[in-house]
């Protein structure tokens, strides 16, 4: 019976309904009985078969029992069926224990596994972060004692060549300027020979004369005129409150000074007139004679010289300003030179602190991840359910077989699978009321 009603052959079927029927005619206290029917050997059943043919009473009672063979088994087969689910509850419930101790020592085994690999890859990460940063600072420091280096090597470049360029500048200035020293003393010289040359002529005690006369006159007529502006700056003060009581004297005072001075302007015109008549006739031509040649010449002489030197001043001006612009330059391009230095170190400083960042999210990640993984799976050491679906699955990946396997089990085998799967929730939901 532990294989199902269809598994028990037909010998023992018929067996099983002949003793049936005996022993209902025993109980009923019926006295005729087929003596074949008493004997335990096959060919005896046979004979018994045909002896309950002759009565349609024993026929009927064998023919009821034997097709309620199945009922009556399925009535007295429930207190085995009961055993044999107790004990495979029994050998489940102890599969369970067997496979949760083994799943306890794993997952010991493997935490601590996990625990020692996660601390032996934290401390090669902390070795790699150390050896990290003593690199960067190494890298760092270099790279800053060499920008001081080249820093230092440019600023005494450079004060070196301001010094020899303010040192060549000084010279050169100093030569012109001592040039220029000997030129004027040249032109000092030639004005001094022109001055004694005008000083052995008469010509400038005329001169001296005729300006002296000329510049006296010129005093009494600028003294004159200053009177003359003091008289009508009062006067126009005078005129502003009594311009009525004082109109006529002022008039015949004006008329007298207007007469003086068109006498004083008429010898002044007059002496003018001498002097220019005498300028004209004797003086200016001997000065054109003699003084303006020399002149021309001295001025040529000055424009041919100052030419000269500042054609030299240009050129030199020229020059110190393409050494000076070469030097900007070189100065400019090192500049750039290590401002892309710096900038390269920024990039990478950049790149790393990027690369620090994304691994420390990463351990975050794993971290968070590790702990909900251990915190779902104490969670699931808790649950019956998950040692539930954890035993079927470990059971389906011990006895798994391929899908072609599979698709070659008769429909019979998976409602076995499927009753036991059902006997297996109902123990655990229902082996507590289970009792004997």
Known sequence: MANGFESIDTETRVETAIKLSICEFQASGLGEVPANCMVGNLDSMMDCMFELESSSQWWTTYSGNYQRLSSICYE????????????????????????GDDINIKLH?????????????????????????SELRNMTDKNRIILENDLHLFRNKV???????SEQLEVQITEKND??????????HIMSDLVDELNKNDIKLKIK??????????????EMSHDMRQYYSRNNELVNTELENFLMGLK?????????????????????????????????????????????NFKNSVLQEWTVITSTLNED?????????????????????????????????????????????IFDVVWKAGRTAM???????????????????????????????IKKFPPKRFYQWGAVLLSIYLGARTGSLISF
């Open 209 to 222: 004369d005729l300006k002296d006369e000329n510049i006296n006159n010129l005093q009494d007529l600028v």
């Open 109 to 133: 085994d493997l935490m601590f596994q996990m625990e020692r690999e996660s601390e032996n890859h934290l401390n090669d990460l902390a070795t790699m972060f150390h050896d990290y940063d």
């Open 317 to 361: 001006f020229a020059l110190w300003n393409e050494e000076i612009f070469g030097t900007f330059n070189e100065i400019s391009e090192k500049l750039n030179g290590t401002k892309e230095k710096l900038d390269d170190i920024d990039v990478r400083i950049s790149h790393i602190h990027k690369n620090i960042i994304a691994l420390m999210k």
């Open 179 to 188: 040039q220029l020293l000997n030129e004027v003393s040249t032109i000092h």
């Open 375 to 405: 915190k779902y799976g104490c969670a699931s050491l808790k649950n019956k359910y998950s040692w539930l679906v954890c035993c079927a699955v470990w059971s389906w990946s011990r006895y798994s077989v391929s899908w072609t396997n």
């Open 252 to 296: 015949t005072q004006l008329g007298g000074m207007s007469r003086d001075l068109s006498e004083s302007q008429m010898e002044a015109i007059d002496l003018l007139q001498g002097f220019n008549s005498i300028l004209h006739d004797s003086l200016l031509p001997s000065m054109t004679n003699e003084i303006v040649p020399e002149m021309i």
């Open 159 to 165: 004060s070196d060549i301001f010094y020899d360029t």
């Open 76 to 99: 007295n087969v429930l207190p085995f069926e009961k055993e044999q689910i107790l004990k495979l509850f029994l050998n489940i419930t102890e599969l369970y224990d067997s496979f």
